[in-house]
C-alpha cells in the first residue's frame, strides 16, 4: 500500500496547485497533479491540468489490469496436477 497523497495547496498569490502521491513508501518517487489557477500564464496558455505518472506504473496497470484485480490469482500459482 501506498503512502497517503500529500497536498501542496500554495497561498492564492500562487498561480499553481499540485497533488503529489508517493509511490511504494518512496519520498521523491510518484505521481503528480498540477492544476492552474485562472491568472497563471500556463492557464492562458492552455494548460488547464496535467497529470503525471511514476513509469512504474506502466508495469503494474497495463490493459487496466491491476495486481490482485483478477479472479483466478488463488490458482494462479498452483501446479496443473494440483488443479486437475
Given at each position: 500500500p501506498s503512502a497517503p497523497p500529500t497536498e501542496s495547496t500554495t497561498p492564492?498569490?500562487?498561480?499553481?496547485?499540485?497533488?503529489?502521491?508517493p509511490w511504494a513508501l518512496l519520498r521523491d518517487t510518484g505521481s503528480l497533479?498540477?492544476?492552474t489557477k485562472r491568472r497563471c500564464?500556463?492557464?492562458?496558455?492552455?494548460?488547464l491540468y496535467?497529470?503525471?505518472?511514476?513509469?512504474?506504473?506502466?508495469i503494474f496497470?497495463?490493459?487496466k489490469?491491476?495486481?490482485?484485480?483478477n479472479e483466478a490469482l488463488d490458482?494462479?500459482?498452483?501446479?496443473?496436477a494440483l488443479i486437475q
Open positions: 492564492s498569490t500562487k498561480p499553481i496547485r499540485s497533488q503529489f502521491w497533479t498540477v492544476e500564464a500556463l492557464r492562458q496558455a492552455g494548460l496535467a497529470q503525471l505518472y511514476n513509469t512504474s506504473k506502466e496497470a497495463v490493459g489490469q491491476y495486481p490482485f484485480g490458482t494462479l500459482a498452483l501446479p496443473a
